[in-house]
Nanobody
Framework: VQLQACGGGLVQAGGSLRLSCAAS????????MGWFRQAPGKEREFVAA????????LYADSVKGRFTISRDNAKNTLYLQMNSLKPEDTAVYYC????????????????WGQGTLVTVSS
């Protein structure tokens, strides 16, 4: 699976962005998908995940209620709608694919996109 994330940019605190992740290669719908982020000087952290059937979702406590993960299997695309953004959401955001139903640990993911930068100004 090849993954290409896009949609990052500069936004003011309280604003919104929608990230997209286009998948190609092996059958997208067979993989659980997730979003992770990495801020400068920090480790990569889990943001959200969704099962292949969209029946299960997981969120980090820090984004719960503000971010929504979704997928369109017909378009081979994963999304992350980010609302009420905060300066601490500033990071490079990565999409990833897992053979597991859903997962929150980076080592459980098999394929990674290149990342898209989100900067939230105060």
């Amino acid at each position: 699976v090849q993954l290409q994330a896009c949609g990052g940019g500069l936004v003011q605190a309280g604003g919104s962005l929608r990230l997209s992740c286009a998948a190609s290669g092996r059958t997208f719908s067979r993989y659980g998908m997730g979003w992770f982020r990495q801020a400068p000087g920090k480790e990569r952290e889990f943001v959200a995940a969704i099962s292949w059937s969209r029946g299960s979702t997981l969120y980090a406590d820090s984004v719960k209620g503000r971010f929504t993960i979704s997928r369109d299997n017909a378009k081979n695309t994963l999304y992350l709608q980010m609302n009420s953004l905060k300066p601490e959401d500033t990071a490079v955001y990565y999409c990833a694919a897992t053979r597991m139903v859903v997962a929150s640990i980076p080592t459980d993911y098999d394929y990674w996109g290149q990342g898209t930068l989100v900067t939230v100004s105060s």
